[in-house]
C-alpha cells in the first residue's frame, strides 16, 4: 500500500488516522521509495538475494534457501560454500525436490538453477592462468545466473600475447570484459588497451612471493585505471560478475 | 588499404610480390583490425585523445593542442596542468584564435570546448566533503568533454545522513554515479547500497594521520565492491569521468 | 593498614622503625594510593580480574577460576578459551558445584554468573553481517559480566540502509554504542553520525582479499573519528565491552 | 509539522493528497526523529558546527563564522586553519566588532570565545613531550569550547616515570583522560593501568624513522586497548576533544 | 606458409582471395615473426614448456608430460609439485616406460631427464644457509635440465666471511652467479662486491619475525643493485636458473 | 705458520716459491687474523656453536651434537627444536650416554649442560605476559649455557606498575636488561627509563589484530631506542641472551 | 630524607603524623630509591641532559642551556637543532662567554665541551657511504661528550670488501661497535661476523626507491641480530652513541 | 707486483723479509686476486668508477673528476648530480681544458666523453610513457659510457599494443632489453614475452595513487619474473645500464 493510497484511505475515512499512523511507521520506507527499488531490482536484476556461504553453517543455508525456494524465487545463488556444506544443502533439497547444482571449483550452489539471457551483449571473462580459475568461475556462474550470455577466454596471459590476440575478436565483440589475473595483473592493461567497452578487473590471490597474497595484482590493475578500467576486491568474482551484469542489463 | 584490397592489387598486377609484402609488414595492425577499432572509439567516444599534462612542459602540451585542432578536434581535453603551464597554453591558444577553458581547482583545460549530450542518462557525482571537489571537477569535465550530462551532488557525507538520503531521488535516476571520498571512503558503501545502476569509487589522498594518502578510503572501497560498486586509482576523476562515459554510451 | 597507621604505630611504640620501614617497603604503593584504586575499581566495575584464556592451558585456566571463586568472586569471566580448554574448566567447575556458562561462538566462559545492572544506561551493539557476531557477543557478555543492559542489534549493514535507519530509536536511546564491522567498517561513520552517545568503533578480521585481516576496518574506522567514535583493537570485543561498561557506569 | 497532523489536515481537507504526498517526500526524515536529534544535539553539546579549516580559504571560513555568528552562536570553532587564514579572518571579525582568538600553535580559531563549565568532572590531558603540544592544544581548546574544565599535564613522558607518578593524584582524579605520544606510545598503556576513567588515546606524528609517521604510536596504542583506552586518528587532538567532552556530559 | 608464399599463391590463382584473407586472418601472427621465435627459442633455450605443478592435479600434470613425451621432447620440467601429485607422474611414466626423476626438497620433477651442457661457462649458486636448500635446488636442476654445468657453493653465508673468501676461486671464475639468501639477504651484495660477472639474486621466504617472508631479503637486495645485481620474485629458484642459463647461453 | 716465518723459509731454501705461493694461497686469511678470531672467541664466550634446529632434520641435528660431543664441547645449545626431532636427539644421546635437557615451552634443547658463572654481574628477564614465556625461556637458557647468571622477572607488564615497580631492586642491580613484550611493547620504554644498564628488547609476536605478528612491539621499541634500548628480531630469544652475555663477559 | 629517618623523627615527635604523612606523598619516589637513580646516574654517565632541538625554538634551547651552565653542567649536548637554532644558541652563548662548538654536518651542538676519557675500551664508528655521514657524526659527538674515546671507520662498505678487512685489526680491537649503513644493510651483518664485541647497528634514511625512507636497512639489519647485533632507530645516531657509552663503561 | 714475484725477490735478496711482509700486509687482496680482479674489471668495463653525486658537494665532484682525469681516464661518470652541482664542475672542467657533457633531464654529467662499441649486440632500452625518460637516459647514457651501442623504443605503453609491435623486429633483434615503467609496469612482462633476450626492469617512481612511489611497478615487475626477467630498485636507470652492459659484454 502506497502513501497516496493511505492518504487517500485517511481522506475516504477508510482509515483512521491512528491506523495510518501506525502503517506508516511500521512501514516508514514506502514512503522512501525503498521498496519499490527493491521491487525494481528483483525484476531487473533477477536475483532476489544472494547467499554468502562463508559465515554459516550448511543448516542454516540450507534454510534461508527452502524459504526463498517457498516464496517462488529461482536462481537461488550461495558462494563461497565448501563442499561440506554443500552436501547438507543439496540432501535437504533433494528431499523437497529442489533441484540443485554445485560447482566444486568455485564454491558456488544454486539451487533452482534456470538458464535465461535478458542482457544486452555478452560478457567476456578473461584469465590469465588456470589457477584463477576458481575465481573465473566464480564470476561466470553469478552472471550466468542473473540472466548473461558468458564467453570464457582462459590461459591467455601476457607473456604470450598470441594466444591473446588470435582471439581479438572475442575480446572486441564483447559488451563487458572481466579481467581476472594473480601476479603482476599486467592483464586488465592489456585488455584495457584492446577493448573499448567497460572492463572490470579482478586481481587473485594467485602466486607467491612478493606477490602477497593479492596485493601486487591489485596495485598492478588500479595503476592501469585510466582507459576504461575499473577494479573490485581480491578473489571477488562474485561483485565482478555481478557487476557485469548490471552494466549488461543498462537501458 | 585493408588485406583484401592488397591481395586484389596482387592478383591484377597492380602490386609486386615485394610490395605487398612490405605493405603487409608496414602496416600489420590493419591485418588485425586494430585500425579499425580506433576509427570506431573515435566516433563513439568523442574524445580523440586524452593529453596528460604532469610530465609534459606548457610549450610541449602547446603543440599537440595546436596539432589535434589542426587535424579539426574539438573537446581537446588535458588533465593534471598546473596553473603555469595553462598559461603558456591558454596565450599560444589565443594567438590561433582557439577557445580555451581552464578549471584551476582540477587543473583541467579544455580547447575548443564544445557541450552536447550523447549519452543515455544522468552521471551523478557525488561527494562527502569540499576538500575532495578538486578530483570531482576532474571527472566532471571529462565526463562532459565527452558528451554527458553531468549532476554534481557535493557534500553529503555519511556522518550526516540527512543531506545524502534528501536527495535520494537525484542517486535512483542515475545512469551511472561516481562516488568520490576521502578519510573512511563510507560514502562509496552507502550509496552503493541505495542506487541500482554501476558505482564508480574515486578513493582520495584528502585527509591526515591514518588515511595514509588515500590507502584507508582505497581499501574500505574495495571492501564494498560486492553490490555493483567497482573502484579505480586515488585521486584518478579522469578515469571515474572516462568509465562513467564509456558505461553511459552503451547500446 | 595504611600510611598514617603506620605511622601512629611508630610514635605509639607499637612498630619498631625497623618493622615500619619493612612494611612500607613491602607495600610501597599502599602510599600511593595504589590499593584504595584496585579496592575502588573492583567495587565499582565488579570485575576482579578478567582471565585471558588464549596463552594459557585448561588446568591454568581452572586453577585461577577456583582460586577466585574460592575468594568469593562471582561473574568471572574468561575471553578467548576455546572448546577443549572449556572442557577442563566446566569438569573442574562442576566437581566443586561451581555454576558455569560457555558460549562457543565467542569463546567466553563465564563462572559464577549473576546478572544484575548497575550501568546508568543501555549499551547497543550494533553490527553489519552475521560474521561478525562472535566479536560482538563477546562484547556483549563482557558488558553483561560488568552489570550492564545490553541490547544487540546485529544485521544493520550500511549496504541496506533500511534495517538501520528502521531501527533508528534503539540507536537514539542508547548511552554508550559499540559498532562492530569487517570489511570496510562504514557502519561506525554511519552510526557515529546518527548517535550522539559515545560510539565505540571494533574492526574485525572478517572479510578476504584486501580487507587484510581487519586493516581496512580499522583504518577506515580510524578516519571518521571526528564526531565521537573511537576504536579498539581488531577483533577486541572485550576490550569494547570493557570501556562501554566503564563509560556506563560514570558518575 | 508530524506525520499525525499531515493526516489530520488531509482528513480536514486542509491538504490535497498531492500536498501531503510531496510532504512526506521532501521531509521523510522528520518522520524518523532526525530533526529532533538535531535540537537535541546543539543544546548538549554547546557546539553548533565545527568549521574544519584546512579545506578552505581564509574568505570561506570568514563568511561561515560571520553566518553563524548572525544565528547567535558563541563559542564557534575553527581548527586546522594557517597563520595567513586565520588573520583574514580576523580582519573580518574586527570589522564586525566580534571577539577573535588565534592559537598558532594548534591552529585552532574561536569567534566569540566564551568560557563556562558544564561538564560533570576535569577532563586531563597527558602528553609525553613538547613536541606534542600542537595536537593537546588542539584538544584542550576544542574540550573548553564545548563547556569541560581542562587540566593540562605534559611532558610526562614514560622514559622519566617520576614525573608521571608525582603526577599521580591528577590523573586518579580525572573524569577523563587523553594521552596524546607519538613515538611509541606507550603512554596511554601506562596512564591506561594506572587511570579507572576512560582513557582517549591519540598517536601524533611527532618522531622519525620508524615512527613512520604516527603509525608507530597508533599500533602501540591500539594494541593496549584491553583496559579502558580506545583511540581516534593520528593527531585528531579535535576528535579526542570532542569525544572527551561527549564522555564528560553524560547523564 | 608465410605471407610472400600467400601472396605468391595468389597471383599464380593457387588461392582465392577469400582464402588468403582467411589464411592471413587466421594465422596473423606467423607475419609477425612469432612463430619463427618459437620455434628459434626451442632451439636455442632447450625447454620446450616448463609445467608450473602448483594450480594442477597429478592427472593435469601427467597428461602434459605423455603428450610433451609422445612429441619427442625430453627434459620435461616440472616445478611446485608436492610428493603426492609426483606419484601419480611416477606411476604414469612408469607405465609409459618413460624415465622419470623427483627431488623431494626442491620439489622437482623432470621426465626423460638428459644432461648435458651446451652453455658458455658455469653458473655458481650461493647460498647461506641451509634452510633455502629447496630453492636453490630448484634453480640447480632448472638450469641443469636446461643445458648448463652447474656448481653449489652452499653455506657461506656472510656472518662468516671466512668460508665465502676460501672459495673466492669458485666465484671468480663463475659466468653467472645465482645468489640465494633469506633473513638479510646481504649475501647478494658481498657477492655482487667479489664477482666480475652477472648476479642473480633470489630472496628466500626463510626466517622469521621481521623478515616478513622474504620482504626484508627483498628489499636487501633490491638495493645493492649497482654493482650489476638484479632480483627475481621471492623463492623464485626457477626463475633465476631460467635466467641464468639464458645468460649463459648468448653468444 | 706466520707470513713472516713463510718468507723466512723461501729465503733459506726451506720452502720452494711454488709451496709458499700455495700456502698463502690456502691460507690466506691467517694473515689476517682470522683464525686467531675464532680461537678466540670460543674462549671467550663459551658457545663453539649454536645449532639452528628450525631448517634441520632431528637425525642431522644429533649427527652434530654427537660430533662435537666428540670433540668434547659441552653446553651444546640447540634452539626452535619441536618436540618430534628432539626425541629424536634425546634417543641419540641416551644411547651414547651423553646428558640431555629439553625444554618443551621454548623448544631448546642441550646436550652436556653445565651450569656456571663467569659473567660480571646479573642478567634480567623482564616480561610483561605469560604468553612471552617462550620468547623468554628461549633468551634465558641461551645466557645461562653461556656462563650467566639469570633473574627471572616474569608478568610485569605496564597495565600493572605496581608488580614492576615493586621489583625495581631488581631492575637496578641488573648488569644487562632483556625486555621481551608483545602487544604495544611499552615495557622497553618503561624499563629503559627506569634501569641505567643496557636494556636488550625483544618484541613478540604474541597478540592479535593489529599487533600484526610482533610488528606493532617491534616499531613501538624501535622507536624508544634514545635512553640505551637496542632492539633484536621478533621473537628472536636467542640473539638477546647472546649479546646480553657478550655484554655481560666484557672486560 | 630518607624513610627511615622520617619514621625516627615522628618516634621522636619532631614531626607530626600530618607533616610525616604529607612528606611521604609529596617525596613518594625517594622511598623507591628514585633519586638515589638520578644522582647515580649522572655520576656514571657524565651527561646531565640531552636537549633534543627539532620540537624547540633557538630560544629555548640557549634558555636550557644558559640554565644548565649556570648549574656547572659542561658537555651540554643539542641534537637535531637546524644551523638557524643554532646561531641564536651561538649568539648567546658567546654574549655570556660560554664556549661553543656546532656540527653543521650532523646538526649537533655541544656547549661547554671538554674532551676526556672515562671509558674501557674504544668504540668504532663504521659506515659503508659518505652519505651515512651525517647520523655517524651524531655517534660519535654524543658519545665523545660522554667521556669515549672514538674512532671513526668510513667508507668501508660491503661492496668493496678490500677496504673493510684491510682495517680489520681496527674491528678486532673495538670495545663496542655502531655499525652506520642505509640502502641494504649488510655492514651490520658482516661487521657482526667480524667482530666478537656488542654491535649496534643504525639504519639510515639514505638511499631511494625500495630503501623506502630507511625501511630496507632496518629490516636488513633486524634480521642479522643473532651474532650479538642489535638496532636502534632509523638515523638515530645519537641512541647508538648513548648506548656504546653505557656499554664501554660497564663495570 | 705479484705474490710470487715477492717471493722470488726475496729469495734473490731483493727484498728483505720486513720489507716483503710489509708490501703484503699493505696489499693483502693482491694475494686473494683482488687486484687483478680489480685490474680486469677496468680493462673490460671501461669505466674507472662511477661517482655517485646525491651525497656530494659540486666541489668534491670536481674534484674527484680532475684526480681521474689526471690518471688519464676518460668516461668519467657522474649520476644524480643537479644543475647547480654540474655548474660547479663544468666550470672547473673548463677552466683545465677538459671536455664535459651533461644532460639535465637524467642529471647524469660525463667527463671526457669518448663514443665507442666493445659490446656484442645492442642494448634496447624500452619505456611506456614520456615521464620515465629521465631514468630511461640515466641507462642509456651509464650503458654507452661503458661501451655499448644503445637504441631508445619510448612510449610504446602495454595500453597501445600496436605501437609495442610494429616495433618487435628492435626487440627481437636486441642482445639485453632494459624495460622502463612506473604505474603498473606491465611493460615487462609484455617485453619478456616477446624478446628471448635478458630482460632487465626497471620500475620508476612515476605515477600517483596506489603507485605508491615505484612500489607498484615494483612488485609487478617481479612478479613476471619466470621468464627471464629480473629487477632492479626502482628509478635505478644506472644500475640497469650497469648490469646491460655487463651481459652485453660476456665473452
Redo the contacts between chains.
Sequence with gaps: ME??EI??A??N?ELT?EE??LK??LE??E????AK?DH??AL??NAKEVIYG???TGEQILKIVLTMSAHGDDNILITRMDENKSQVVQAGCEEMGIPYFYDGLSHVGIARRQKYNTG?GKIVVVSG???DQPVCEEAVLTAETMGNEVVRLYDV??????RL??N??II?EA?VIIAVAG????L???V???A???V?AV?T????????L???????????????????????G??AG??AS??NH??
Excluded at 601476479?183 to 599486467?186: D, F, I, R
Excluded at 593479492?214 to 571477488?236: E, P, Q, R, W
Design positions: 502513501t497516496r492518504l487517500q485517511v481522506k475515512g488516522i495510518a499512523t506508516l511507521k516508514p520506507f514512503d522512501l521509495g525503498f527499488i525494481h531490482r531487473r536484476q562463508a559465515g554459516k544486452n592462468g588456470t589457477s596471459g601476457v607473456a604470450g600475447l598470441q590476440l588470435s581479438l575478436e572486441m559488451n601476479m603482476e595483473g599486467a586488465a592493461s592489456v584495457g588497451g584492446l573499448d567497452c567497460p572490470i586481481p590471490s594467485v602466486g607467491y612471493g612478493a606477490s602477497f593479492g596485493l601486487s595484482a591489485l596495485l598492478s590493475m588500479l595503476n592501469s585505471c585510466a582507459s576504461g578500467v575499473s577494479v573490485v576486491n581480491i578473489d571477488n562474485f561483485g555481478f557487476l548490471r552494466i543498462m537501458k
